[in-house]
T-cell receptor, first 109, second 112 residues
Framework: GQNIDQPTEMTATEGAIVQINCTYQ??????LFWYQQHAGEAPTFLSY??LDGLEEKGRFSSFLSRSKGYSYLLLKELQMKDSASYLC??????????WGAGTKLIIKP | NAGVTQTPKFRILKIGQSMTLQCTQD?????MYWYRQDPGMGLKLIYY???????DKGEVPNGYNVSRSTTEDFPLRLELAAPSQTSVYFC???????????FGPGTRLLVL
């Protein structure tokens, strides 16, 4: 079967750095997305990785290792508005998105 | 551009009633999707469409139907609502299968 694993919940302090991990086992791989979802709102796009390595975009970076079936989202200089759920999703061999359950990130002052 | 719009925002249904959730996108995207999201859970794909006139089942299609008569619209029909269909429903669209999906604001459905 297809599986995407993320921690259920993480807590971090304002101004700090946090890394949210995602491991996946899917039938094929055609890219990995990270989305942010604030409570009661729709998911919004953060990043897309299809090749190994690190993609940096401001305070957010995403890393991919296809051989390990592993990705992480790195958030720097955390702000209170970063409190949200972070969803990892993999495009499988049928070009369908398989979604993880999401990681709820709680930021404390 | 309005992006992806959904109506209604919130609805309460009685068991056995039917309703249609509306979804419209103005980005001329070929791909459209319907998801449901239960509390604390990830998104589950109900149905998707790769273009007008073409629809296919996702992971959890039972109890739902869709149609795609135009590029812009992708309504989701619930027949004989059941309490298990209480959820938040998101519609999304993308230019193609490997591109970013843009989501509507969601419809919160309560079946009592």
């Amino acid at each position: 079967g297809q599986n995407i694993d993320q921690p259920t919940e993480m807590t971090a302090t304002e101004g700090a750095i946090v890394q949210i991990n995602c491991t996946y086992q899917t039938s094929g791989f055609n890219g990995l997305f990270w989305y942010q979802q604030h409570a009661g709102e729709a998911p919004t796009f953060l990043s897309y990785n299809v090749l190994d390595g690190l993609e940096e975009k401001g305070r957010f970076s995403s890393f991919l290792s296809r051989s390990k079936g592993y990705s992480y989202l790195l958030l720097k200089e955390l702000q209170m508005k970063d409190s949200a759920s972070y969803l990892c999703a993999v495009v499988d061999s049928n070009y369908q998105l398989i979604w993880g359950a999401g990681t709820k990130l709680i930021i404390k002052p | 551009n309005a992006g992806v719009t959904q109506t209604p925002k919130f609805r309460i249904l009685k068991i056995g009633q039917s309703m249609t959730l509306q979804c419209t996108q103005d980005m001329n995207h070929n791909y459209m999707y319907w998801y449901r999201q239960d509390p604390g859970m990830g998104l589950k794909l109900i149905y998707y469409s790769v273009g007008a006139g073409i629809t296919d089942k996702g992971e959890v299609p039972n109890g739902y139907n869709v149609s795609r008569s135009t590029t812009e619209d992708f309504p989701l029909r619930l027949e004989l609502a059941a309490p298990s269909q209480t959820s938040v429903y998101f519609c999304a669209s993308s230019r193609d299968s490997q591109e970013t999906q843009y989501f509507g604001p969601g419809t919160r459905l309560l079946v009592l």
